[in-house]
């Protein structure tokens, strides 16, 4: 899952600050098919392979990464892959499903505008008011509720099809 984290990294359409990828998407499928802990584990071989270098994120890779102002939003992959497994566990619901996704997208939208937030104001210096911020950290917000319905739908497709 690691490797489509990063290929779901260059499908992307740049913004200012955080781009619109199809990561999170992939983030939620890992958590809903490898389950809290694997899925977790995936998104942070994801990381740490982008840090040691390899150019996997939306904007390349490397140590300095962690200065990026979307950088939050990748360590919340983490914790975010989690909780969609952990939510979702055993239960094969479709509605248990949705809740788990929209339980992920808000744990890696909560890290992710933290760390946003953070970068801007301390790294970057920026005098953007803290509504700005909100507006630029949440814009990929509706895309990835309306996509995370469909990795929802896939993720209970591949528990049941592609059992690990």
């Known amino acids: 899952m690691a490797a489509l984290t990063a290929v779901a990294a260059h499908l992307r359409i740049p913004l ?14 890992a958590g809903l098919w490898l389950g809290s802990r694997a899925g977790a584990m995936s998104q942070l071989v994801y990381v740490i392979v982008g840090l040691v270098g390899f150019p996997v994120f939306a904007k390349g890779g490397g140590p300095q990464y962690v200065l990026e102002p979307s950088f939050g939003y990748l360590i919340g992959f983490i914790p975010g892959a989690f909780t969609v497994g952990y939510i979702a566990g ?73 059992p690990l």
Do not use: E
Not at 116 to 138: K, M
């Open 16 to 29: 200012p600050y955080v781009p619109l990828t199809l990561q999170p998407a992939v983030v939620c499928l």
């Open 90 to 162: 055993g239960r094969d619901t479709f509605r248990r499903t949705l809740l788990a996704v929209g339980a992920g997208l808000l744990v890696i939208y909560l890290v992710g505008v933290i760390g946003l937030y953070a970068n801007l104001r301390f790294i970057v210096a920026s005098d953007l008011s803290l509504t700005h911020i909100l507006q630029l950290g949440l814009a990929p917000l509706p895309k990835d509720l309306l996509i995370g319905g469909g990795a929802a739908w896939a993720g209970r497709r591949l528990r049941s099809s592609l």
